[in-house]
């Protein structure tokens, strides 16, 4: 998400400070909001606070997304709520896997698959983000 933040933000903005600014607004929402996100699903279960940090979380992105151009603090704004709210779902999902295996070789399995998904995300998310930005580069900046 971060690399994405700042190929978006140069690209419209124009400027690698702007968009370091933009992906460390994130990184600090990031940072403040997790533990409070996970003091939530404490108390309100995992479940409402996924689905309302969802909500949330994709609500800020596209408003980032949305409004490209709007003032720096608009768009600062949007990625420190983006980053607060950034939805739990990988601890979530370790949780679940308790809950529901009973058989140790199943949850050891279950592991090494959402390991392996992390760590296939790690490699092709810097590629999707770097692709989307290429073409949205293209499609903004083409003549009309």
Do not use: K
Request: charged share 15%; glycine share 12%; hydrophobic share 55%.
């Amino acid at each position: 998400m971060a690399l994405a933040l700042v190929l978006f933000a140069e690209t419209t903005r124009g400027s690698f400070a702007a968009a370091g600014l933009v992906a460390g607004c994130f990184a600090v929402g990031t940072a403040c909001g997790a533990p409070l996100t996970g003091r939530l699903v404490d108390r309100l279960g995992a479940t409402r606070v996924l689905l309302g940090t969802a909500a949330i979380h994709a609500g800020a992105l596209l408003a980032i997304a949305g409004l490209p151009h709007a003032p720096l603090g608009v768009v600062t704004t949007a990625a420190v709520l983006a980053g607060a709210a950034r939805p739990p779902v990988a601890a979530w999902m370790r949780g679940i896997w308790v809950a529901i295996l009973d058989d140790e070789r199943e949850r050891r399995a279950s592991y090494r698959f959402e390991s392996a998904l992390l760590e296939i995300g790690f490699i092709a998310g810097p590629l999707i983000a770097g692709l989307v930005a290429a073409l949205g580069r293209l499609a903004w900046c083409s003549p009309p």
